[in-house]
């Protein structure tokens, strides 16, 4: 799973590992499908361990970014195998519900364990996801934006029902990432990557407790 080069001098490709975190529902497996697939699934099922996508992001006419992303079940039951996806890591995602003022505080808790045990260069996102139901809304926007910049990170309000800032959420991360140092990082992750990989076989990816849309 090292970064890689192309051929050409004049063309970069590099790849990176990401992780989603967050509680159960808040939208974690449909935010990357609206990005890997640019679908949306109102009765999506509640992930079990973790799934694995991949997506491209062309950054320019010579950029390229692949991302290995690692989408983690946000059940209590399934959070000490959280370490198993994060580490290693180069970016992560952290998502909360707009709605629910309490999946800002698992958030910033996820923020905590990623800032104490993640790659202490890890890129970290806050997304707080179903913007579309914003008449429904718990969490102010200043509220979690400041505390966003205060912790140092991204913040993006989406939805991955309308697919708003699903694209600039991800293109933003991959803009943030370390393009030139990308394949000697990469090279001393597989071990972390390898273990993940075969816990998710493991177990099946899905079950159906509930929607995380």
Known sequence: MAGARDSS????FAQFKLVLLGESAVGKSSLVLRFVKDQFDDYRESTIGAAFLTQTIALDETTTVKFEIWDTAGQERYKSLAPMYYRNANC?????DITQAASLDKAKSWVKELQRQAN???????????????DKRQVETSVAEN???????????TSAKSGENVTELFTEIAKRLPLESSTSRQRAAPKGVDLSRSSNRRAPSQTSNGCTC
């Open 9 to 12: 001098s004049a063309t970069r």
């Open 92 to 96: 992560a995602v952290v998502v909360y």
């Open 120 to 134: 202490e260069n890890i890129i970290i996102a806050l997304a707080g996801n179903k913007l579309d139901l914003s």
């Open 147 to 157: 505390y966003a910049k205060e912790a140092g990170l991204l913040f993006f309000e």
